[in-house]
């Protein structure tokens, strides 16, 4: 394919996100072109938990994380693509009466804007998800309309479809910069040429601030490690398995073939562009899974990766156009929920390029709260 010598807009990352915002662009006519560095999805989208859920304590998460949902049960028709979608549930295992109180205003919430998460007993979280050893636990939280799906499909899926609509899709181009001039954005220069175009999206996950640098917009996102392994095969593993969170200690699992993925925060891991794998972390691992789920000690474990979050200050995405540079879009930070809301804030980048009302409000997710110390914190998160 020849290089593009212009667009109408160029999108910068590879991952769900970006992709996603091609997508939609691409299909309401817009000329796009999305650069990616390396792979399509080989920033964080690829070693995500492929956790989708719409159980947050924040109305517009709530509203993208259900919109999304919708969104990812017709992804075998729009764009068209198997994302091996799992309507499991998200189980939130709940031990601290604080957190206890949160979760049921956070479901109160879910409820009144149509999500059919409920509080449940410790009993019943136990028939759930029956690996779980219910010491200390006050409550639960379940939603029986999430789950998990393949992020590298659901990647696929959307650039296949971005293409289809004529968008011109580069993985392994670099972006080195962002023209701007009088406020307004020119072009994008690149490891293989220049790109003349009036505007940009920043959709690239940890390494944000650094394309935001470029073009003088302040995105104040920080990468942050984060590990996952997974098991030996179980056979005597009970069907089907929810994606499982133990909310005290962020340790979860869900099923992965015929084995379950697990992870777990790790408290001690500061903030840096760290991709290798350690074992630092598994010790404190093993705690939480004697504490919660003791028998999956006695499991082999086969392999693992690290991948990065992208975390903002109030562990909230941030999502809208810079003030000062014209036509500068971003929709990146978004502090390990990113991929589950994807389609939706496809969809919200495509309206506000065409200066359309957006069916979510996401002005409250603007970089200016920031700024002007009006931090909006999202606590379910892990």
Known sequence: MEFPAS????????????????FHLAEAGVDVVLLERGELGSGSTCKAAGGVRAQFSDEVNIK?????????????????????????????LLSD??????FERGVALQNDLGVPSRMISVREARELSPLIATDGLLAAAFSPDDGHCTPESVVLGYATGARRHGARVLPHCEVLAIEVDGGDVKAVGTAHGRIETPAVVCAAGAWS???????????????????????????????????????????????EGRGLMIGMSDPDEQPGFKLERDDAWLPRLGEAMARRAPSLLD?????????????????????????????????????????????????????????????IDVSPLNARRLDTNHPRPETNYV
């Open 299 to 359: 499991v082999g474990l086969t392999s693992g990766w690290a991948g990065l979050y992208e975390v903002t200050p109030d562990h909230n995405a941030l999502i809208g156009e810079a003030p000062d540079v014209s036509r500068f879009f971003y929709a990146t930070g978004f502090s390990g929920h990113g991929f589950l809301q994807g389609p939706a804030v496809g969809e919200v980048i495509r309206d506000l390029y065409l200066t359309r009302t957006p069916a």
């Open 64 to 92: 993208l994380g259900a919109r999304s949902l919708e969104a990812f049960g017709r992804f075998g028709e729009r764009p068209g693509q198997e994302i091996d979608l799992h309507r499991v549930g998200y189980l939130f």
């Open 209 to 255: 601030a650094a394309v935001g640098d470029m073009a003088g917009v302040d995105l104040p996102v920080v990468p942050l490690r984060r590990q996952i392994v997974f098991t030996e095969p179980m056979p005597d593993l009970p069907r089907p398995v929810p994606m499982t969170i133990d909310f005290a200690s962020t340790f979860y699992f869900h099923a």
């Open 97 to 102: 009466p604080e957190d206890v109180a949160a």
């Open 7 to 22: 667009a109408d807009v160029v999108i910068v990352g590879g991952g769900v996100m970006g992709t996603s915002i091609a």
